[in-house]
């Protein structure tokens, strides 16, 4: 079979892809939990054993090798959406047994390896179908898939499920047919993918573009020119932002007295769930349209600051505790949209990084350290929050900030890189 040209079929196959690769992340780390809250699990397990659940997504890049080393990436995410498949079912159909919280909780983490595995195969696949300049111009639009993705599974299967809890009277027998049918949502969207995205590693990709062994595509990675000042600058990127997801929602929901604003909980999940994501999606867009146009270097400082910047709006809205309306909306709005924006410029320098023969594999390490810097600030972030009061907490996110703009100064990266003028088709 010939060359399947690059980019072939992008706007199709990539909302798909991402969509697919989201849907089993928000139902294994979040929906997991409301699961097992409406089932009667106490918090204390509940707390314990969901957030042992996100542990594939930080450790994925240990396996990430064998995704480089054998078949196609193409066919290992079409396996591992299967698995996920597989594995809601299992959840669906063992819940109404007495010992399901065992049970269902060995399928959670079977969706968890099996779903980390799909973001390494199917992220992979991107920088292999896409040409430098796609990959800049999409990230955008695949970024709002998989937030789609996110009120699909957090939002209309939790609705869902709450539907059926009240026709029924049976919370078990309710989340039960939920966890079916979000099994049959994977099952489609992996029969979907089957049919759009291309075979392009049938060609000579499929041996250019692989390492020859396991212990080189570690060494490869660390041997990178600039890697410790690159990884600092990841681990650093998001360390405000990556307390302040964590803490903005209990802020607006905790009362006057302990320094909150009061909201109720369908206000804030309105806010969030509404114009929150609708901001940041138009955010991420517009990064991703505008870094193709001009490449990374005039949008790298500006995306930063517009991640961060906005953050000092929660400190503001803290300190006065003004529950205006307007005021916490535009807040959110602004917050929301910096993050969307600034995000965008972290994935392309991301996708940077993972240049060379062993993308799929340096990208999945990448992420890896991506995630390990979201997730020991935010397991920290409730502490420093108590400890300093909501008026603090955010003043320090905001000072969090600045350890990122230091190492921007030291970082060397092509000017043009990811510029729709600069195809190198890699």
């Given at each position: 079979?010939?060359?399947?040209?690059?980019?072939?079929?992008?706007?199709?196959?990539?909302?798909?892809?991402?969509?697919?690769?989201?849907?089993?992340?928000?139902?294994?780390?979040?929906?997991?939990?409301?699961?097992?809250?409406?089932?009667?699990?106490?918090?204390?397990?509940?707390?314990?054993?969901?957030?042992?659940?996100?542990?594939?997504?930080?450790?994925?890049?240990?396996?990430?090798?064998?995704?480089?080393?054998?078949?196609?990436?193409?066919?290992?995410?079409?396996?591992?959406?299967?698995?996920?498949?597989?594995?809601?079912?299992?959840?669906?159909?063992?819940?109404?047994?007495?010992?399901?919280?065992?049970?269902?909780?060995?399928?959670?983490?079977?969706?968890?390896?099996?779903?980390?595995?799909?973001?390494?195969?199917?992220?992979?696949?991107?920088?292999?179908?896409?040409?430098?300049?796609?990959?800049?111009?999409?990230?955008?639009?695949?970024?709002?898939?998989?937030?789609?993705?996110?009120?699909?599974?957090?939002?209309?299967?939790?609705?869902?499920?709450?539907?059926?809890?009240?026709?029924?009277?049976?919370?078990?027998?309710?989340?039960?047919?939920?966890?079916?049918?979000?099994?049959?949502?994977?099952?489609?969207?992996?029969?979907?993918?089957?049919?759009?995205?291309?075979?392009?590693?049938?060609?000579?990709?499929?041996?250019?573009?692989?390492?020859?062994?396991?212990?080189?595509?570690?060494?490869?990675?660390?041997?990178?020119?600039?890697?410790?000042?690159?990884?600092?600058?990841?681990?650093?990127?998001?360390?405000?932002?990556?307390?302040?997801?964590?803490?903005?929602?209990?802020?607006?929901?905790?009362?006057?007295?302990?320094?909150?604003?009061?909201?109720?909980?369908?206000?804030?999940?309105?806010?969030?769930?509404?114009?929150?994501?609708?901001?940041?999606?138009?955010?991420?867009?517009?990064?991703?349209?505008?870094?193709?146009?001009?490449?990374?270097?005039?949008?790298?400082?500006?995306?930063?600051?517009?991640?961060?910047?906005?953050?000092?709006?929660?400190?503001?809205?803290?300190?006065?505790?003004?529950?205006?309306?307007?005021?916490?909306?535009?807040?959110?709005?602004?917050?929301?949209?910096?993050?969307?924006?600034?995000f965008a410029a972290f994935l392309i320098y991301l996708i940077y990084v993972a240049e060379g023969v062993?993308?799929?594999?340096?990208?999945?390490?990448?992420?890896?350290?991506?995630?390990?810097?979201?997730?020991?600030?935010?397991?920290?972030?409730?502490?420093?929050?108590?400890?300093?009061?909501?008026?603090?907490?955010?003043?320090?996110?905001?000072?969090?900030?600045?350890?990122?703009?230091?190492?921007?100064?030291?970082?060397?990266?092509?000017?043009?890189?990811?510029?729709?003028?600069?195809?190198?088709?890699?």
């Amino acid at each position: 079979m010939g060359n399947i040209p690059k980019d072939k079929g992008a706007w199709a196959w990539i909302p798909l892809l991402y969509f697919t690769q989201g849907i089993p992340y928000i139902l294994v780390v979040t929906v997991s939990v409301i699961m097992y809250k409406r089932l009667g699990i106490g918090n204390a397990e509940i707390g314990l054993y969901t957030s042992w659940l996100y542990l594939p997504w930080v450790i994925k890049p240990l396996w990430s090798p064998l995704v480089d080393l054998n078949g196609t990436k193409r066919k290992w995410f079409l396996g591992m959406q299967f698995i996920v498949a597989l594995s809601f079912l299992g959840i669906g159909l063992f819940l109404p047994s007495n010992s399901f919280f065992i049970i269902t909780l060995a399928f959670f983490w079977m969706a968890a390896f099996a779903s980390a595995t799909n973001d390494i195969a199917s992220d992979g696949y991107y920088m292999i179908g896409l040409t430098q300049k796609k990959q800049s111009f999409f990230i955008g639009l695949r970024s709002t898939f998989y937030r789609l993705a996110m009120v699909t599974g957090q939002g209309l299967l939790v609705i869902f499920a709450g539907f059926l809890e009240h026709k029924y009277g049976d919370n078990t027998k309710a989340w039960s047919m939920t966890m079916i049918c979000a099994a049959v949502l994977m099952m489609v969207l992996t029969i979907s993918n089957l049919f759009v995205a291309p075979k392009f590693e049938v060609s000579q990709n499929k041996t250019t573009e692989k390492p020859t062994s396991f212990s080189e595509v570690f060494s490869s990675f660390f041997k990178k020119n600039q890697i410790w000042v690159a990884l600092l600058f990841i681990l650093t990127y998001r360390l405000g932002e990556s307390q302040l997801v964590k803490m903005a929602s209990p802020f607006l929901l905790d009362t006057l007295e302990v320094g909150g604003l009061g909201y109720s909980t369908e206000a804030v999940g309105t806010i969030y769930g509404t114009v929150g994501v609708i901001m940041l999606s138009i955010g991420g867009i517009m990064g991703g349209i505008l870094i193709s146009r001009d490449g990374l270097k005039k949008w790298m400082l500006p995306m930063l600051l517009a991640l961060n910047l906005p953050n000092a709006l929660y400190a503001i809205l803290a300190v006065t505790q003004s529950t205006s309306l307007v005021a916490v909306v535009g807040t959110v709005v602004i917050e929301q949209f910096g993050y969307g924006f600034g995000f965008a410029a972290f994935l392309i320098y991301l996708i940077y990084v993972a240049e060379g023969v062993s993308k799929t594999s340096h990208y999945a390490i990448a992420t890896g350290f991506m995630a390990l810097g979201m997730m020991i600030p935010g397991m920290l972030s409730g502490y420093i929050q108590e400890w300093l009061g909501y008026d603090g907490f955010f003043l320090w996110v905001v000072i969090a900030a600045l350890p990122a703009f230091l190492v921007l100064k030291y970082l060397k990266y092509p000017e043009d890189y990811g510029k729709k003028t600069n195809v190198s088709d890699a």
